[in-house]
Nanobody, 124 residues
Framework: QVQLVESGGGSVQAGGSLRLSCAAS????????LGWFRQTPGKERDFVAA????????YYPDSVNNRFTISRDNAKNMVYLQMNSLRPEDTALYYC?????????????????WGQGTQVTVSS
């Protein structure tokens, strides 16, 4: 199975950018659909982005579409989330995730593997 470790979180002002990284180990990421979720205290984990293993498509909810970009580097076994035009409402703990299929991408419960999370704080 794959292990995931996120990094790159931090504090930024509204309108700024951050790039989150997720290092995978144990298995090559080419066999997985990869994703990012976020969570704030007392709320459910929300879908942010997915990079499907096949076909090679990406998928975003409306809340981050055209601001966030997921990408993967198969050679380095890394997945990234580039976040631009950040807003205070983007403040959350961000998680990297992996799964073996493209079913129910928006549902956190359908993802099998998770990192420990990295905090993103956007101030106004």
């Amino acid at each position: 199975q794959v292990q995931l470790v996120e990094s790159g979180g931090g504090s930024v002002q509204a309108g700024g950018s951050l790039r989150l990284s997720c290092a995978a180990s144990g298995r090559t990421i080419t066999t997985y659909t990869l994703g990012w979720f976020r969570q704030t205290p007392g709320k459910e984990r929300d879908f942010v982005a997915a990079s499907m293993r096949s076909p090679d498509n990406t998928y975003y909810p409306d809340s981050v579409n055209n601001r966030f970009t997921i990408s993967r580097d198969n050679a380095k076994n890394m997945v990234y989330l580039q976040m631009n035009s950040l807003r205070p409402e983007d403040t959350a703990l961000y998680y990297c995730a992996a799964k073996n299929n493209n079913v129910d991408l928006r549902k956190a419960g359908s993802w099998a593997y998770w990192g420990q999370g990295t905090q993103v704080t956007v101030s106004s």
